[in-house]
């Protein structure tokens, strides 16, 4: 129900109660749901996507975080225009602070990971893999001796299954792709060149706001046309690692995790608590909860360098006269 969240406006904080929003139901057609996402269908081969304020982890939903749904919403709107440059997306316009019109468009069936550090906690990231022992992931090749969060020596692709319906994610080799008949070998090409574009980019912005980008998720998917967008999200705390720099060297040499600006903190509480996606997850406590949305809510300012506006709750009233406005509704 409710949790106690910090608001951060004009840096002044107050401590309010807010129910999150974990759903919505609108009065449009084909309404499907997925891990955060409400979408509906819209004429002109568009489609409504409401981001709540679910929160996934370890392939279940395991918490409902109040404002995540819009950082995610505008972080994401933002990272897409702020790369037009390298792909086209689907965003035709933000009609609320959680929702976006977008193109429609295919998704590919694969989620398009990149990892520039040895890092991570789920089954399917670099670290558990290597500390299993194993040493061909993904396709590629690891030596002996690589400490915990070691920055790569260049950004790499490793791509999953899409662990939809309950079902968990499976690692790919960029090969596997291709040779399963996932994605035809010209497609798949042009998403491997385009994520590491993407992240580059993705590095170098966050860079500048003090941050590393350490990986981060992408999704692809095709128009009408047969041609390549980058839909869904990018580079938020829910698709990505972003870690303190200030910080970052003293904690590795300590042996200490790094600062981070994204949902790691909640995998890691949720791991403590010895829950790896399997059964019902543990309810985590308000303090995690109000920590975790004050995260989301500082990435986004320190990335875009504009103050975070909280959209009001609750949300689906404010999201139907948004969209009565936009005449969707």
Known sequence: MTVLVCHCLSRECALQTLSPLTDVTLDLPDRRVGKVRVSYALPNNQRLFVTTDRLSAFDHIVAAIPHKGQVLNQLAAWWFDQTRDIINNHVVSIPDPNATIALAATPLPVEVIVRGVMTGSTNTSLWKLYEQGKREIYGYTFDNGIAKNTLLKHAIVTPTTK???GNHDEP?????VV???LVDATTWNAVCDTALKLFARGQAVAKQAGLLLADTKYEFGLDQQGQLLIIDEMHTPDSSRYWELSTLEQRIADGEEPESLDKEPIRLALASAGYRGDGEPPKLD???IAATTLRYITAFERLTGASFSPGSYP????LVRALQK???L
């Open 163 to 165: 662990g939809d319906a």
């Open 172 to 176: 790919l080799s960029c090969d596997d």
């Open 179 to 181: 040779s399963r008949g």
């Open 286 to 288: 308000d303090q995690v």
């Open 315 to 318: 949300v689906q009233p404010r």
């Open 326 to 328: 936009a005449q969707v």
